[in-house]
Nanobody, 121 residues
Framework: QVQLVESGPGLVKPSQTLSLTCTVS??????????WSWIRQPPGKGLEWMGA???????YYSPSLKSRTSISRDTSKNQFTLQLSSVTPEDTAVYYC?????????????WGQGTQVTVSS
C-alpha cells in the first residue's frame, strides 16, 4: 500500500517561496515507470496539475506555472519536493501530492491527504 504525506508550512508570505515535501512509503519513487505529481485546488475551484517528477528524475511542469515551479527529489529519503516561488494570495490552495501525472487522462491512484497553504501577510 502506497502512502503519501505532504508536509510544510501552512502559511507563506507574499513574494516568498512555497516549499512542500511529499514523503512516500510503501513504494519507491524510483520504481519504473511511475510519475509523481503535485496538484493543487484553490478554494471553490477545480484541481490544477502543477508538475511531476518521473521515476527517472525528469521533471515536467504546467506551462502556466513553469517559470515559478521546481520539483526535485531525495531518493535516499523517498521524498519529492515542490518549490513555488514569488507566491501571491492567488496561490492559496490545498496542495496534494499523488502518484501519476503528465499526460491527459492520467490516473492518480494514490494521493496524499492534502495540505492547506495560505499566502497572506
Amino acid at each position: 500500500q502506497v502512502q503519501l504525506v505532504e508536509s510544510g508550512p501552512g502559511l507563506v508570505k507574499p513574494s516568498q517561496t512555497l516549499s512542500l515535501t511529499c514523503t512516500v512509503s510503501g513504494g519507491s519513487i524510483t520504481t519504473n515507470y511511475y510519475y509523481w505529481s503535485w496538484i493543487r485546488q484553490p478554494p471553490g475551484k477545480g484541481l490544477e496539475w502543477m508538475g511531476a517528477i518521473a521515476y527517472s528524475g525528469s521533471t515536467y511542469y504546467s506551462p502556466s506555472l513553469k517559470s515559478r515551479t521546481s520539483i526535485s527529489r531525495d531518493t535516499s529519503k523517498n521524498q519529492f519536493t515542490l518549490q513555488l516561488s514569488s507566491v501571491t494570495p492567488e496561490d492559496t490552495a490545498v496542495y496534494y501530492c499523488a502518484r501519476g501525472g503528465v499526460v491527459a487522462g492520467t490516473v492518480y491512484d494514490y494521493w496524499g491527504q492534502g495540505t492547506q497553504v495560505t499566502v497572506s501577510s
